[in-house]
């Protein structure tokens, strides 16, 4: 007796030590449902994030072209300008030194005075031609220095924009390995195949539509990346605008954009063709409908292009969308 009490003490003890030696997080490991409830949230802040984050870097590579294609001209037109005030200076210092239009000797050695006045005054004619020049030239740049003035505001402007939006793409980093972190936890993350051939586009599309959807669907099997653009790997927008520049449709970079850019152009849910744009409510995602009640677009972190079905769950989502 006194041996089984003891025998099942130990075990009693052994069973506490271990209970106190495992770690805390094990006795609370969530449930699929909820890791995929958080997931879900996670990539609603991540598609806002990246968006911003988009947004801020076009806004500054607009403004950088545009700021240093009118500094180029402006250096041309002060060059020019320089010359002229150069040719402007040679002739007041020659004038200085032997005096006005050569001096009142040179004017006294003319055999026909009427000829000497007709230097004189071809030489004021030439002064005041190059003066002209000048003052053209200045009011050229002048306005030309307004232009560069307000294209450094523009740059400035943008500069600090993408200064703010370095943080969100820290918070972005941030989430994406979070989002990493859980899909593997699920067994459900997937890298893709950079050099996927994707799959053949057979849906009822036609002419520029068919063209972008082609395309689109050779990229199913690519790695979502966000910022991506391609060839390797897209993002939502990065992709659309890829598939219709194929389709001879240059869309602007980014999914707000592209909504604004398609402002004119917006259909109905309940009448869309294949090749148009579908976007979430939030603007943080977009994809391209191929027909037949489907959907190719680049997800998120962890998932690949692909072709889904336009079900509940989606149509749910739509904000709406934009014919190209």
Not at 58 to 63: N, P
Not at 270 to 296: C, E, I, R, T, W
Request: hydrophobic share 35%; proline share 5%.
């Amino acid at each position: 007796m006194r041996t089984r009490l003891w025998r099942t003490a130990v075990a009693t003890a052994l069973a506490l030590i271990a209970l106190s030696a495992a770690p805390s997080g094990a006795l609370a490991e969530p449930s699929p449902a909820r890791i995929r409830a958080k997931l879900v949230k996670l990539n609603e802040q991540a598609d806002q994030l990246v968006e911003r984050y988009n947004q801020a870097n076009e806004a500054y590579k607009s403004a950088e072209k545009k700021y240093e294609t009118l500094n180029t001209e402006l250096g041309r037109k002060d060059a020019q300008a320089g010359e002229l005030r150069k040719e402007l200076a040679t002739i007041a210092s020659n004038s200085y030194q032997a005096g006005p239009f050569g001096g009142w000797p040179a004017f006294a050695l003319q055999d026909n005075p009427e000829t000497a006045l007709s230097s004189m005054a071809s030489l004021e004619q030439l002064a005041q031609d190059r003066a002209a020049k000048i003052l053209a030239y200045e009011a050229a740049t002048k306005d030309l220095r307004n232009r560069r003035a307000e294209a450094h505001r523009v740059l400035t402007e943008a500069d600090d924009a993408r200064d703010k939006v370095r943080d969100e793409k820290t918070k972005v980093d941030k989430l994406v390995k979070e989002q990493t972190k859980l899909l593997r936890r699920l067994g459900t993350f997937q890298t893709g195949d950079p050099n996927s051939p994707g799959i053949e586009y057979t849906g009822p599309a036609s002419g520029n539509a068919r063209r972008a959807l082609q395309f689109a669907f050779a990229q199913v099997g690519k790695p979502y990346q966000y910022g991506g653009t391609g060839p390797g790997s897209y993002d939502c927008s990065g992709l659309t605008q890829a598939a219709w520049r194929t389709g001879g449709v240059e869309l602007p970079r980014t999914t707000w954009t592209q909504w604004s850019w398609g402002a004119s152009r917006r259909v109905p849910l309940d009448a869309l063709q294949p090749g148009d744009l579908l976007f979430s409510k939030g603007l943080g995602h977009m994809g391209m409908y191929a027909g037949n009640g489907k959907m190719v677009h680049a997800p998120q972190t962890g998932d690949v292009i692909k072709v889904v079905d336009l079900d509940d769950y989606w149509r749910n989502r739509l904000l709406g969308a934009v014919r190209p």
